[in-house]
Each structure stands twice: as structure tokens, then as C-alpha cells.
């Protein structure tokens, strides 16, 4: 009588099949975890929140004298955390109106500047200019600049800021 003979004996064959099983399934786990955190990557990123800034008193600001109004905003992307300085320009429209511009210039993201010998908003990098109400003037930028939402909150103008994507003619936030 073989010893052992009512133990289960495994072939050479099953037993490399069953290695080569255990190893697929491995190789299917390693890839496939990150596949599927992937895919779940659009649900688990946080929604955008909206980041309102005190900018000033709105007597700070002139009629028609555009003015620029700096402040530092904290961001969260998963474990980082940052705080980043941000700028907006303010222009006084009327009493109780204004027109509050994203700085970066529609093009390629360039900080605009006002001259007010020119009534104009200059690009420092490819000649891109716009006017008092933002429109294009002349160069390379695809759009207006990127008006923000306002409101006066407790006697404080305070800003909607937000940042959108260069060098295409839609207004899309990034
Ligand atoms: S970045 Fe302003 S014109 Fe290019």
C-alpha cells in the first residue's frame, strides 16, 4: 500500500497551474487597486468651494481708477495644504457698482497691469491688451479677462475668486 495514498496528491502541472493562478491574481490586485482608485478619483476629489476674500471698504475705491487688491488664500489638495498669494483688479464702476478682474492675462496667465496714461491693461509678456471693461484690445489672449462675482458683505466689498483656463476662448474654471 502507497503511503499517503488517501492524501490529495498534486501533479507537477496542477501545482505550476496553481502557482500561475496565485500569481495572476496578484498581478490582477496590484493593477486593478489603482485602476479602480482611478476611476473613483473624479468622486472622491473634494468639490470645489467657493473662496470669498475681503478686499477693502468699497469707498477704498476710486471711480474708474482700477485698483489692485492683494490677499493670501489657503489651499487643500488631499494631505497639502498651501497658502498662496493672490491679487484681484477692482474698478469702481458706479456708487454702488464694480467690475473685479482676475489678474492673469487670458493668453498665457501673465500678470496685467493698469496704465492709466493709456486706459488700458497691459500684459508684460506677448502684447496683449485690454480695456477698462476687460475686452480685448489688442493681442494674442483669447478672451476677455475673467470678470469675478463681488458683493458687500458687512460694510466689505468681498470677492468670489477663482482661477481659469489659459489660452482658450471659454470661461472654464480650473
Ligand atoms: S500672456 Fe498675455 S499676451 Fe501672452
Known amino acids: 500500500m502507497e503511503p499517503y495514498a488517501n492524501h490529495p496528491r498534486m501533479s507537477r502541472r496542477s501545482f505550476l497551474a496553481a502557482v500561475m493562478g496565485g500569481f495572476s491574481a496578484l498581478v490582477a490586485t496590484v493593477l486593478g487597486v489603482p485602476a479602480v482608485v ?8 473634494q468639490t470645489k468651494k467657493e473662496t470669498w476674500v475681503q478686499v477693502g471698504l468699497p469707498g477704498d475705491f476710486k471711480t474708474g481708477q482700477p485698483q489692485m487688491a492683494e490677499f493670501t488664500i489657503f489651499r487643500k489638495d488631499g494631505w497639502l495644504e498651501e497658502s498662496v498669494s493672490k491679487s484681484v483688479w477692482v474698478v469702481r464702476t458706479g456708487d454702488a457698482d464694480f467690475a473685479v478682474y482676475n489678474p492673469r492675462c487670458t493668453h498665457l496667465g501673465c500678470i496685467v497691469s493698469w496704465r492709466p496714461e493709456e486706459t488700458a491693461f497691459f500684459s508684460p509678456c506677448h502684447g ?3 480695456a477698462l471693461t476687460g475686452e480685448v484690445l489688442a493681442g ?5 479677462l475673467d470678470k469675478l462675482d463681488w458683493k458687500v458683505d458687512g460694510g466689505k466689498l ?7 483656463r489659459l489660452g482658450v476662448p471659454e470661461k472654464v474654471e480650473v
Open 128 to 130: 496683449g491688451v485690454f
Open 38 to 45: 482611478f476611476g473613483l478619483s473624479p468622486a472622491l476629489k
Open 140 to 144: 494674442p489672449p483669447p478672451r476677455s
Open 158 to 164: 468681498v470677492v468670489n475668486f477663482k482661477d481659469f
